[in-house]
């Protein structure tokens, strides 16, 4: 995957996802199907404290979330 854009971007193969967080000890993408079931997935690279991943099956209108581990206040 990409560092930028931040967010969700689809190239037409699939959808890039990053998220910025300074802090964060892992992040976790959240894909949610129509009956509300979650699947976790693991964002494997961290560039400038920008977490990013590459999902080839993801498509535009793919529910989304991220999930981030670490200190918090």
Do not use: M
């Amino acid at each position: 995957g990409k560092a930028y854009p931040l967010g969700s971007t689809y190239d037409g193969s699939g959808t890039n996802f990053a998220v910025f967080s300074e802090v964060a000890e892992r992040v976790e993408l959240c894909l949610f199907d129509d009956a509300g079931n979650e699947t976790k997935i693991d964002l494997p690279e961290v560039d400038g404290f920008v977490w990013h991943g590459f999902l080839p099956s993801a498509e535009p209108g793919q529910r989304y979330g991220f999930r981030v581990h670490g200190p918090y206040d």
